[in-house]
């Protein structure tokens, strides 16, 4: 399984965009890129997911260069709420649901 | 739908206690996870079952843990004897069948195991 390089913490205000960047140079061909979000005390909750180009959906946007030797995860104007730690995993889909999670990007977000 | 559903929400016993914790995955998932998670280790994936059948439990620690699904609907991860160095939040998951290019598993809200 790939692995995955991404910022301990980061820290924005209501209202930025929020980039969060994750490397992972040994991705494989098969492996596709997957973010959770992690509030305290609760479960991971999966945000997004691609494989390259780019992947939009009402929470997020991942973009994935050509290489996919990184992705970066982007959150647009973010509130208070979506202080959480994020996490970026890199894997095989479907069938082998395998997933690792790293230490993940704690984001703070504030007023 | 519920969601997926673990029993106690709080664990608080004592060190060489059993303790048994509880899962019930979404309805028509047909993967089950057992995940744990510490301030110093983070999340870690401990084993997981394809209908019922384990698949992997190569993250379980050692032989104190263990863990069942005797059928689709109900999951036990049992530690025998307990010790001070459990305590953690375990957090079950399940997924859906597995479409081709989807990773989402539905993450319960967790046990806070605390061995005294």
């Known amino acids: 399984l790939a692995k995955t390089t991404q910022p301990i913490s980061m820290d924005s205000y209501e209202g930025q965009e929020v980039n969060i960047t994750c490397s992972h140079n040994?991705?494989?061909?098969?492996?596709?890129i997957t973010w959770y979000q992690q509030f305290p005390s609760q479960g991971p909750r999966f945000i997004i997911q691609?494989?390259?180009t780019k992947v939009t959906n009402e929470v997020a946007s991942l973009f994935i260069p050509a290489d996919r030797k990184s992705s970066t995860l982007s959150l647009p104007r973010v509130s208070l709420s979506d202080t959480a730690v994020y996490y970026c995993?890199?894997?095989?889909?479907?069938?082998?649901?395998?997933?690792?999670f790293g230490a993940g990007t704690r984001l703070a977000v504030h007023p | 739908d519920a969601g997926v559903i673990q029993s106690p929400r709080h664990e608080v016993t004592e060190m060489g206690q059993e303790v048994t914790l509880r899962c019930k995955p979404i309805?028509?998932?047909?993967?089950l996870f057992w995940y744990r998670q510490t301030m110093m280790r983070g999340l870690e994936l401990l084993i997981y079952?394809?209908?019922?059948?384990?698949?992997?439990d190569s993250g379980m620690p050692e032989d104190r843990f263990s863990a069942k699904m005797p059928n689709a609907s109900f999951s036990t991860l049992k530690i025998q004897p307990s010790e001070p160095r459990d305590s953690a939040v375990y957090f079950c998951?399940?997924?859906?069948?597995?479409?081709?290019?989807?990773?989402?598993?539905?993450f319960g809200p967790g046990t806070r195991l605390t061995v005294l």
């Open positions: 998951a399940s997924s859906r069948p597995g479409t081709v290019s989807y990773n989402e598993q539905f």
């Open positions: 040994n991705i494989a061909t098969n492996d596709y």
């Open positions: 691609g494989y390259k």
């Open positions: 995993l890199v894997g095989v889909s479907g069938g082998y649901n395998k997933l690792i």
């Open positions: 309805s028509g998932h047909d993967y």
């Open positions: 079952f394809n209908n019922n059948v384990p698949i992997d």
